[in-house]
């Protein structure tokens, strides 16, 4: 998911990609983050668009190694999702990804796993509840089997590293 909308392009990236437990010294980029929230409405009404940009910004966080923050956008565009949506669904899904990315990077395999695995939970429950129009909306145009055999795939794996870390916007 490349982020071509022009206010999210204009975005900056977090001036460094906060770890809880490793980065001591420093507190998150609160400044950067708050800008992204401000994006987002109080409420989305139907769904939530592919192209809003603090949505796409999100993703893009996770994709270039900001877990902890892509984890913050994504929850604050959760946060303003209709109850029981489609996108709730893929959105829970996704911020549990960046999560279990996150505890990847701090050397936690067991709780990416469980991560993971929740996240799959909810991917299946998105995939029972397939829509059948077409719409412009995240859960619409998210490649969710995709993500889903991505999962299983790394849920199989005997070990884990910091390396297999699932990058949202390349999963077609």
């Given at each position: ?22 980065t001591v010294d420093s507190e998150p ?40 923050e892509s984890q913050q956008v994504l ?69 969710a089997a995709n993500l889903a055999k ?23």
């Amino acid at each position: 998911m490349n982020m071509t909308s022009s206010t999210a392009a204009d975005l900056p990236l977090p001036g460094w990609a906060y770890v809880p437990g490793e980065t001591v010294d420093s507190e998150p980029d609160h400044e950067t983050l708050s800008q992204v929230r401000a994006l987002v409405p109080a409420q989305f009404f139907g769904h939530v668009p592919t192209r809003h940009p603090a949505l796409r910004y999100g993703m893009a966080l996770n994709d270039a190694g900001y877990f902890w923050e892509s984890q913050q956008v994504l929850e604050a565009v959760w946060a303003a999702t209709p109850q029981g949506g489609r996108e709730r669904i893929l959105l829970r899904a996704c911020t549990q990804i960046a999560n279990a990315n996150l505890k990847l990077r701090m050397r936690k395999p067991h709780a990416a796993l469980r991560l993971w695995d929740e996240a799959l939970a909810e991917i299946d429950d998105l995939l029972s509840r397939r829509s059948a129009a077409r719409g412009d909306g995240f859960a619409d145009r998210f490649p969710a089997a995709n993500l889903a055999k991505l999962l299983k795939a790394r849920l199989a794996q005997p070990t884990l590293s910091k390396a297999d870390w699932i990058a949202l916007g390349s999963i077609t």
